[in-house]
């Protein structure tokens, strides 16, 4: 989908408990440091809809496994009305998701337990960036 | 002692997971972002010796329980020949630690099964930046 960026991530093992990358500031879909913050997750529970209007988000499930679902109804993008879907967990497929603002973004918890999701965001958290939609606004159809 | 900081973050409590904190641009010990990692540790391991040279350290435990145990020998220091311990945890103190370049540091993982660090540095990782010593190598006394 246009707008969406999945980029593999290292993992290196070692005996005492591995060492994960997350990010560098010469990755592609760096684009400033505002803030950095972490989202739980529950098993079975879904956040979103949520867009951000200004800011790159730079996702990355650092604990448990983590579904994500991408709405685009951009009327300027190739790729309006259509839906992606990603699964990524340290233990699966462990990478970084850069979505462009103006993309959908739902996320479930699919992991046992508690799944934890690391954003890092251009700019400190702005309530008024983003815009909201209940879960079922948006009918989800692959 | 002198060169450590430790801020005390917002855990923000929602049905389906919380949020959480980790740093601002905006906030005290932030010195520019150049990388984001994660350093895994099994329970009863401990990592370390290791100062960095260059860099200041922004360590947050996500998950898990970690104890931190910094030393102190650089000789214009007011605190130079000081230890000091403390342990950090999501589902306790949950903080961020920002340590000045020329401490010693090891961790430890205390809690349950593996336990997560993130680590925000200024610039990507350089491993010439950083001395190492092995954990006998410094005895730890408080």
């Keep these: 989908m246009e707008g969406v ?7 290196i093992s070692t005996p005492k408990g591995d060492v994960l ?24 529970e879904r956040k979103g809809w949520k867009r951000h209007n200004r800011m790159t988000l730079n996702l990355v499930v650092v604990s448990g496994a983590i579904r994500f679902i991408i ?9 309006c009305g259509m839906f992606e879907e990603v699964t990524l967990s340290p233990e699966g497929r462990y990478a970084r998701l850069t979505l462009s603002p103006g993309l959908w973004m739902a996320f479930e918890g699919v992991g046992e337990g508690r799944s934890l999701l690391m954003d890092i965001i251009p700019e400190p958290h702005d309530p008024n960036e983003a815009d909201r939609k209940d879960v079922d606004e948006i009918e989800y159809r692959l």
Tied chains: 1, 2.
């Design 5 to 11: 960026v999945i980029t593999d991530l290292k993992r």
């Design 21 to 44: 990358h997350a990010m560098k500031c010469t990755d592609v879909g760096y684009c400033g440091f505002g803030e950095v913050y972490f989202s739980e997750i529950a098993h079975g």
């Design 71 to 79: 709405y685009d109804d951009r009327e300027d993008s190739m790729t």
